[in-house]
Nanobody
Framework: QVHLVESGGGLVQTGGSLILSCAAS????????MGWFRQAPGKEREFVAG????????NVANPLRGRFTISRDNAKNAVYLHMITLKPEDTGVYYC??????????????????WGQGTQVTVSW
């Protein structure tokens, strides 16, 4: 079972940027696609971005394209979410997750079988 730990969240002003990291241990991290999700208070968890096992294929949720990008470093067992021009509506808990697939990047949470505990991102006005 892969163990995932997110970091890099915090409080940032509107227009600011953050890089979230997800460190993996204990399993076959580099064989699987990875995803980032987020959950705002009172809302359902939503897909943010995903990346294939090699990093060759990425997918960012339409409303976030141009501001969010995803990358991974398999040598470091890590996945990153780069966020710029942050807005208050980006506030939420951000989770990384391990997919069951290699190249396909699912957008449904139920297609991921390992999750981190999440890191809080708060964007102030």
């Amino acid at each position: 079972q892969v163990h995932l730990v997110e970091s890099g969240g915090g409080l940032v002003q509107t227009g600011g940027s953050l890089i979230l990291s997800c460190a993996a241990s204990g399993g076959s991290f580099s064989d699987n696609a990875m995803g980032w999700f987020r959950q705002a208070p009172g809302k359902e968890r939503e897909f943010v971005a995903g990346i294939s096992w090699s990093g060759a294929i990425t997918n960012v949720a339409n409303p976030l394209r141009g501001r969010f990008t995803i990358s991974r470093d398999n040598a470091k067992n890590a996945v990153y979410l780069h966020m710029i021009t942050l807005k208050p509506e980006d506030t939420g808990v951000y989770y990384c997750a391990l997919s069951r697939s290699r190249n396909r990047i699912p957008e449904r949470a139920e297609d991921y079988n390992s999750w981190g505990q999440g890191t809080q991102v708060t964007v102030s006005w």
